[in-house]
């Protein structure tokens, strides 16, 4: 879904519609290899990444919860994470020139949420699968294991409220870019 946003950002034609796909795409970046780290750190801990099998993650691993919450709201483009300000600025950017192509992708943010949050629900708070009560060490445990994660996290949010730290920089370039 995040590609196609970033693609709608693009045919815009606005700076505003550039610059939110050039966001959203560190922000997709930044997201994904959140998500994809805490998949990863929770197959190792409990032997399995199936969803079904991952039940009471939350009271039994608050830490990779935690992440993985970021992850998901993330991705989902909740306000104040990187997502939502590349998603936000390319909607406005972009509805000018295609309004139901920003309707439909409106639309579809709503509906990769409620997947997400289905999903999220039942790995964090589901009851507690064989996998993840048996697992030795099944959270994070330190600074020195949490710190990639949330390195991560923070970018996000840096770039949440902040994106000019990207943005001013590349706007000079993303004004060329639309000169005819």
Known sequence: ??????FLGLIGGTVLGLGGALILMVAHG?????????????????????????????RRAPNLW???????????????????????????????AHPVCVAVA????????VAMLRAVRSIAFGPV???????????????????????LSVLLFVVGVAPVVILGPARPVLERLLVP
Do not use: C
């Open 66 to 96: 935690f992440y993985l919450m970021v992850a998901s709201m993330a991705s989902i483009g909740l306000p104040g994470l990187a997502n939502f300000a590349g998603e936000i600025m390319i909607f406005f950017g972009a509805w000018s």
């Open 129 to 151: 699968s064989k996998s993840v009560e048996n697992a030795d060490a099944p959270d994070l445990a330190g600074w020195g294991q949490m710190w990639p994660f949330a390195l």
């Open 1 to 6: 879904m995040h590609m196609g946003t970033v």
């Open 30 to 58: 930044l997201s994904a290899a959140l998500g994809f780290a805490v998949a990863g750190e929770i197959g190792q801990r409990t032997g399995t990444t199936w969803m079904q099998d991952l039940g009471g993650l939350a």
């Open 106 to 113: 409106a639309w579809g943010v709503v509906l990769s949420a």
